[in-house]
């Protein structure tokens, strides 16, 4: 039975407030005991942070949440769906939250080889016409409307975890459904763009796993455009409309948020840590992280909040 979105949101927000997982747990998010999917609480509201965001779809149940990409900020309120298609550096803040009434959300890890098999066995079900835009086309970021089909999934996918043995045989099929829903949903776009065959989005996919992999390394911008089959200034173009940066400035973005994680994770040195995000000078890499973070990185761990991806 197909049931109206609000009803089932606050359905959703029940269920959370009497999850065990969610008890002294604020500003993380929580794993459930179901692969890939989260649940974040946080009884405040937040500066504003920054995380490397992988792709993910984030259900906002309770709360307001603004995300930043580039210049681009998006609000994404109660009962919306954020749709991220790449791996992107977000800044983000929790804009309406409290301890008696807290943000709450609810977010699963995107499987790009589970959309490709959904486009390969169900082609007549999933329209990819719209994947290959022009200029004004979605970016890798959208916000919209969530569904009582998407919010139903994420309900059942949640009381799954209740029972190991059901979610190991059955949260595949459930998630499966749930990224079916997201290819057809209005701000499913970018998604669909990125499976589309040899498409722009699907390159920079490419690229940017390139570039995380050798985070360490001088960046080739030649290099990347060769290998992604474009000009230099196309392939320039393009990531930015996908990233909302440089390739040269969403390296250093990707170093910096690496370096804040062996700081703080693995309480590494600073100049250890900077020789391992690939900065030559410990005086240069303090200096941008300090104008990054606003602390020192000698003073990293002062800011463990920060550190936390809050989806």
Not at 14 to 35: F, I, M, P, Y
Not at 65 to 72: A, D, M, N, Q
Not at 288 to 301: H, L, Q, S
Request: aromatic share 4%.
């Amino acid at each position: 039975m197909v049931v109206d979105t609000t009803e089932a949101v606050a359905d959703l927000v029940e269920r959370l407030r009497r999850h065990t997982l969610l008890l002294g747990a604020t500003g993380q998010a929580c794993s459930t005991g179901v692969d890939d999917l989260t649940v974040t609480q946080v009884r405040a509201t937040t500066p504003l942070g920054a995380s490397l965001y992988k792709p993910v779809m984030c259900l906002i149940l309770q709360g307001t949440k603004e995300i930043v990409l580039g210049k681009r900020g998006v609000v994404c309120p109660q009962g919306h769906s954020i749709i991220v298609s790449h791996d992107l550096p977000l800044a983000w803040r929790i804009t309406t939250a409290s301890h008696d009434v807290p943000y709450l959300a609810m977010n699963i890890r995107l499987d790009t080889a589970v959309l490709r098999s959904l486009v390969d066995d169900l082609d007549d079900l999933v329209d990819l016409e719209d994947a290959e835009p022009g200029d004004d086309a979605p970016a890798s970021l959208q916000v919209g409307p969530a569904d009582a089909d998407l919010v139903d999934a994420m309900r059942r996918l949640l009381a799954l975890s209740a029972n190991p043995r059901d979610s190991r045989a059955l949260a595949p099929l459930v998630s499966r459904e749930l990224h079916y829903r997201l290819l057809n949903m209005s701000h499913g776009a970018a998604l669909r763009r990125l499976l589309h065959r040899n498409s722009h989005a699907s390159r920079i996919s490419r690229s940017i796993a390139q570039i995380r992999d050798s985070l360490g390394e001088p960046l080739s911008i030649p290099g990347l455009a060769r290998a992604a089959k474009m000009s230099v200034s196309t392939f320039h173009h393009h990531f930015k409309a996908i990233t909302e940066t440089t390739p040269l400035q969403y390296q250093k973005q990707l170093r910096l948020l690496e370096a804040r994680r062996l700081l703080v994770d693995e309480d590494r040195s600073v100049s250890e840590t900077a020789e391992s995000v690939g900065y030559h000078s410990a005086t240069q890499f303090s200096r941008e992280y300090a104008r990054t973070f606003g602390v020192p990185p000698r003073d990293a761990r002062s800011q463990v909040h920060l550190s936390v991806s809050v989806t």
